[in-house]
Nanobody, 121 residues
Framework: QVQLVESGGGLVQPGGSLRLSCAAS????????MGWYRQAPGKERELVAA???????NYADSVKGRFTISRDNAKNTVYLQMNSLKPEDTAVYYC???????????????WGQGTQVTVSS
């Protein structure tokens, strides 16, 4: 079994900051890419940011310069630092990770349960 558990969501005023965390646990051999997606009401889920095992990063244009993704490989954890938050950042944020459970197994994508981020005054 593999689990991704997110934390750090909440209510914040426009211009504020939040830091999301997502820890992977269970039967893990290796983790490749890790990332964050979000889904606002009535909209499709969209990529926010992603990072490879080698440290490469990719961001949605809407969050470039405001959000930073990072990971701690020793802790199997990925973070999303969100600064200068805007009301349009309001969404449920989901983390994912491409995880191999053994030396011979292909990597599968696992998802967290989601954490609500609300930006409002």
């Amino acid at each position: 079994q593999v689990q991704l558990v997110e934390s750090g969501g909440g209510l914040v005023q426009p211009g504020g900051s939040l830091r999301l965390s997502c820890a992977a646990s269970g039967s893990i051999f290796s983790i490749n890419a890790m990332g964050w997606y979000r889904q606002a009401p009535g909209k499709e889920r969209e990529l926010v940011a992603a990072t490879t095992s080698g440290g490469g990063t990719n961001y949605a244009d809407s969050v470039k310069g405001r959000f930073t993704i990072s990971r701690d490989n020793a802790k199997n954890t990925v973070y999303l630092q969100m600064n200068s938050l805007k009301p349009e950042d309001t969404a449920v944020y989901y983390c994912n990770a491409d995880i191999s459970r053994s030396y011979t197994a292909y990597a599968l994508r696992y998802w967290g349960q989601g954490t609500q981020v609300t930006v409002s005054s």
